[in-house]
């Protein structure tokens, strides 16, 4: 096997690459999924039943897809971020503390979907590079997906 190659047949350095920014929105993903656990618990007002129903499918969502990009860092021969000092140093998404109004949170959500999207397409733009089709593949299926959700979210606070 060649030296410069993974054990998958991706280039090393292109590799390590991949893997500082699947780490970076592995980071971004910790914070989003604990921002929506505490909107889902502590949302009150005449949205309740409706927002604390839907901060739950999201949490849920997010969840999966954090357990998706370890692995996928894994699969590239890397090691994920792990430790809630790391996450909170590395994400742009910032924590929401003690959010109630169900507007509040869900500019926040939004915000925190306009960001992991950002961040996903530029993740795609390096893995193509990479010829790493795991990883186009994977957030490929995550953008489609998340674009309709915050196009819905959008219109929701119209």
Not at 16 to 43: M, V
Not at 81 to 103: P, Q
């Amino acid at each position: 096997m060649n030296s410069t190659l993974n054990f998958i047949g991706l280039e090393k350095d292109k590799s390590e690459k991949l893997n500082h920014s699947l780490n970076d929105l592995l980071a971004d993903y910790q914070i989003f999924y604990q921002n929506l656990r505490g909107f889902h618990w502590n949302i009150k007002g005449e949205n309740f039943f409706e927002l604390h129903e839907k901060f739950e499918e999201l949490y849920k969502d997010v969840r999966e897809k954090i357990d998706e990009i370890a692995e996928r860092i894994l699969t590239l021969d890397g090691q994920p971020v792990h430790t809630l000092s790391d996450y909170t140093n590395m994400s742009e998404i910032r924590e929401a503390r003690n959010i109630e109004h169900g507007r509040e949170a869900v500019e926040i959500t939004l915000n925190g979907f306009q960001i992991i999207l950002s961040k996903q397409r530029n993740i795609m733009n390096i893995a193509q590079d990479a010829e790493d089709e795991g990883t186009i593949t994977l957030l490929s299926d995550y953008i489609a997906n998340q674009e309709k959700t915050a196009w819905m979210l959008k219109s929701w606070l119209r």
